[in-house]
């Protein structure tokens, strides 16, 4: 009878599947760290909220107490770490995340700004690093419709193009270029995944904040010069530079 009760059931389904998880990579001293933490939280509200972290301590000279610290500042923070990246097994403790391994290398992003949801990035200056761990690349993605407030657009295979404008509140995160036929006044995110040579394109700059390969600029720090006009941006080496288009 036993027998034919186990037998019976179904087996039990194992799959792999990848998800897109933001990597914090902290610098010692932690102090100092958390400080510039905490000033991109109050310049992008909500940010970490629903992410899922990877802490990426490889390199660190750190103990156990100060992981055990340092962890449990981001949760005051509600930075929820789902894994711990390059730590030493002596100073992984019980009730710690647990040890990840393998994950693709990929870039530093940074983290936003702004009052709306999620966006990612770092200052031409030093700031909280982090980046996107994601998986493999597929060509390009075509978006007709106009982002929306609240939308969140995430495309780390290849460049993204919009045929309508980026709203206020609205993000692009792609591994390539992105290109805005209207306004861009949300945010864009491109090269997210190591891509250097990425570009951002926009037929009326007006962003909160734009980013290729983990360096950024918020509307604060967008030349006012350019501010409102078409507008090309790339990298030349760690400088994130605008430049007006023709029109």
């Given at each position: 009878?036993?027998?034919?009760?186990?037998?019976?059931?179904?087996?039990?389904?194992?799959?792999?599947?990848?998800?897109l998880a933001l990597v914090l990579s902290?610098?010692?001293?932690?102090?100092?760290?958390?400080?510039?933490?905490?000033?991109?939280?109050?310049?992008?509200?909500?940010?970490?909220?629903?992410?899922?972290?990877?802490?990426?301590?490889?390199?660190?000279?750190?103990?156990?107490?100060?992981?055990?610290?340092?962890?449990?500042?981001?949760?005051?923070?509600?930075?929820?770490?789902?894994?711990?990246?390059?730590?030493?097994?002596?100073?992984?403790?019980?009730?710690?995340?647990?040890?990840?391994?393998?994950?693709?290398?990929?870039?530093?992003?940074?983290?936003?700004?702004?009052?709306?949801?999620?966006?990612a990035a770092k200052p031409a200056t030093?700031?909280?690093?982090?980046?996107?761990?994601?998986?493999?690349?597929?060509?390009?993605?075509?978006?007709?419709?106009?982002?929306?407030?609240?939308?969140?657009?995430?495309?780390?295979?290849?460049?993204?193009?919009?045929?309508?404008?980026?709203?206020?509140?609205?993000?692009?995160i792609a591994g390539g270029s992105i290109?805005?036929?209207?306004?861009?006044?949300?945010?864009?995110?491109?090269?997210?995944?190591?891509?250097?040579?990425?570009?951002?394109?926009?037929?009326?700059?007006?962003?909160?904040?734009?980013?290729?390969?983990?360096?950024?600029?918020?509307?604060?720090?967008?030349?006012?010069?350019?501010?409102?006009?078409?507008?090309?941006?790339?990298?030349?080496?760690?400088?994130?530079?605008?430049?007006?288009?023709?029109?």
């Amino acid at each position: 009878m036993m027998t034919e009760t186990l037998t019976s059931r179904k087996a039990v389904r194992l799959r792999g599947r990848s998800f897109l998880a933001l990597v914090l990579s902290p610098e010692l001293p932690f102090r100092d760290w958390l400080a510039q933490l905490d000033d991109l939280a109050r310049r992008s509200t909500g940010f970490f909220l629903g992410r899922p972290i990877v802490l990426d301590v490889s390199g660190l000279p750190i103990t156990r107490e100060q992981l055990a610290d340092l962890l449990a500042e981001l949760t005051k923070r509600n930075v929820r770490v789902m894994g711990i990246e390059g730590a030493l097994p002596s100073i992984l403790g019980p009730g710690m995340p647990p040890e990840m391994k393998g994950g693709r290398n990929a870039p530093d992003i940074e983290v936003p700004e702004a009052n709306a949801a999620p966006a990612a990035a770092k200052p031409a200056t030093d700031t909280v690093q982090a980046r996107f761990a994601m998986p493999a690349p597929t060509p390009s993605l075509l978006i007709e419709t106009p982002v929306r407030s609240g939308q969140s657009i995430i495309f780390p295979e290849g460049d993204v193009t919009i045929l309508g404008s980026i709203s206020s509140g609205a993000e692009v995160i792609a591994g390539g270029s992105i290109h805005v036929y209207g306004a861009l006044r949300g945010r864009a995110l491109a090269g997210s995944s190591g891509n250097e040579n990425a570009r951002i394109f926009c037929r009326k700059l007006e962003a909160e904040l734009i980013a290729i390969d983990g360096l950024y600029k918020t509307a604060e720090d967008i030349d006012p010069k350019v501010f409102g006009q078409p507008v090309h941006a790339w990298l030349d080496d760690t400088v994130l530079k605008t430049v007006v288009l023709p029109a």
